[in-house]
């Protein structure tokens, strides 16, 4: 599944990064002139879905085995080098725990994922309110499955990874707001959270 999930991101990486490149890139990079504003942009979103529950829920089979997962979390900054391209970072944390104790047989195992992407955004609208945009991101992604019998631990190496973003945010204040990004990050595909615009504005 990991594979799997590792290919769509990449497809969707490419997709989104030629867009990307054919959308005023030329007008954009021909003027060399950096923004004004050095807009800065810090978000904390909660990703909605996990799709390595499922992971879990097929590798186990156990009746009545609970699962719970924490994230993922992510946290993502973003500064604009030219007018309305913003280069930044995300970092994402993912924890899926899995538990089963029934008649003295107890049984627990666990999956986390770390990612730390590098990323780059276009956005498309200059509004004071509402800040659309998409990108692409190119980064490290680091997993680690491990249970208490010892039948089965082990750390993927870290790999390649990669992300596709659409998202927009919404700053209901003067510098601060919501935001939603349809994406894959950390085992979610969508997230949602809070932003805020470290910029002075008028």
Not at 38 to 54: A, C, D, E, P
Not at 102 to 127: C, E, K, M, P, W
């Amino acid at each position: 599944m990991y594979q799997l999930v590792n290919r769509l991101s990449f497809f969707l990486f490419i997709i989104v990064l030629q867009l990307f490149l054919g959308t005023h890139v030329n007008a954009q990079f021909t003027s060399k002139k950096l923004s004004k504003k050095h807009t800065q942009i810090l978000s904390i979103g909660h990703g909605i879905g996990n799709i390595w529950k499922s992971f879990l829920e097929k590798g186990v089979n156990i009746e009545n085995y609970k699962i719970k997962s924490t994230g993922p979390i992510n946290l993502q900054y973003e500064y604009e080098v030219f007018k309305n391209f913003r280069v930044g970072a995300i970092v994402s944390y993912s924890q899926i725990k899995g538990s089963y104790n029934n008649s003295g047989f107890v049984f627990s195992d666990q999956l986390a994922i770390f990612t730390a992407l590098a990323r780059v955004n276009y956005h498309f609208i200059s509004h004071k309110k509402l800040d659309p945009y998409f990108g692409g991101g190119l980064g490290y992604v680091y997993s680690k499955y491990q249970n208490n019998l010892n039948t089965s631990s082990s750390s993927v190496p870290g790999e390649l990874g990669y992300s596709a973003q659409v998202g927009i945010n919404y700053f209901m204040f003067k510098n601060f707001g919501l935001f939603g990004e349809a994406d894959y990050v950390g085992g979610s595909f969508f997230q949602l959270g809070v932003v805020a615009n470290l910029t002075s504005r008028k």
